[in-house]
Structure formats: C-alpha cells, structure tokens
C-alpha cells in the first residue's frame, strides 16, 4: 500500500529531475551552438556529427524521463479517475493523453540515441529528417498531450483545491502550446507548460503520498 501510493511522486520526481538533468549534463560534452528549427539541414547535420555524445546522453536521459512519466500516468492517479462514475469521459481521455504524453517523450529519446549512431555516417537529409520528427514528438507533441492528461486527471481529481489550481495553470500553458505550431512566440509555452506540468505532478504525487501515510497511521 505505501509503495503504491508514493509511486506517483517517485515517478513525477524521475520525469522532472531526469528531464531537468539534459541541459547541464549533455551540455557539458557539446562543442557549437545548437541548431535551431528551421536552420539548414547541412548546419544540422555537421552539429549532430560533431555532438554525438550529446545525443546520447540527451536520449538516454529523456528515455529515463519518459519513464517516470509512465509510472505516474500507470499509477493512482489514472486509476481513480478511471472508476469516478462522475468523469466519464473525461477520465479515458486523460489516460489516452498520458500514454500518448509517455510514447512520444520516448520515441524523441530514442530518436536522439538514433542520431548519435548514425550522425556521422548518415546522409543530409536523413540526419535532419530524424532531427525534425524528434523535434516535434519531444516538444509539440508531448507537451499538449502532457496538458491534456494534467487537466483531464489531476485538475478535475479529488486532490485538495490547491493542487487542482496548480494543475488548471500548468495544463492550461501546455496545450496553449500547440500554438506554437503557427505562431512563433507561442513557443514560450512549450517549455512553460512542460515545466509547470511536471511541478503539478510532483505536487500531486506529494499530496498522494500525505493522504496515504495518514489514511496508514490512522
């Protein structure tokens, strides 16, 4: 019973630290600046040639990320929404959202240990190609579904007040990211509400186990 109900946070503390553990790890192994979306496939490819280590290390720590996230859309959290009579709908569609959240946080990652093998043997247009799908699972993709999953299952939950209105933001900033997809400055939302969406999950794991523990004194 405590193993379940801390689950939530053990998993929404992987998904954040992991995830926040990219920049300073991987960054500490590149050499050049980061190609933004849109550069040319040749200025893509000779950086991913260059930073294969990176790559790796980016992978491998998203992948870790990734499942951390699937422990928590795997947990009680998920669980209880599915059987609140009340949500209906709104439950499968959170759990939807979650595995969807988890698949392409995950495909992204696998994509990133893809180009550390192949970056320097590949040819242009494929090392960018992989580049580009990996861009937007990891980014667009995952992140309006991660805010769909936040709303859905933890805004709309039987957690206390406080934890749903954290999850009204940070839900609310990630699926207004999916404007970022015609509207350049709307990109500010992806890594708002990806952020935002891993605190409301912590929060939510906290909450869990608190109950948890008193539901076991008492």
Known sequence: MRT??????IGA????????????IAGAFSVGELPLPG?????????????T????LTGLLQGLSGLGLAVVVAGPLTRQ?????RRGWLAGLGRIA?????AAILT??????VLALVATTADTDLVSGIRNVSFYTGGVTHVVSLGVFVLAVVASGGLNRSVRVVAWIAGSLAVLSLLSIVIYYASLFLPLGRLTCMV??????VSIARRGSLVTAA
């Open 13 to 24: 503390l992987a998904f954040l630290l992991c995830y926040l553990a990219v920049s300073p």
């Open 53 to 56: 280590v990176p790559s790796l």
């Open 39 to 51: 550069s040319p496939p040749t200025q893509v490819h000779d950086y991913l040639a260059a930073n």
């Open 108 to 113: 992204s990652a696998a994509l990133s240990i």
């Open 4 to 9: 379940r109900t801390l689950s939530p946070l």
């Open 200 to 205: 409301a999950l912590v929060v939510a794991g």
């Open 81 to 85: 929404a599915a059987v609140d009579e």
């Open 98 to 102: 979650g595995w969807i959240a988890v």
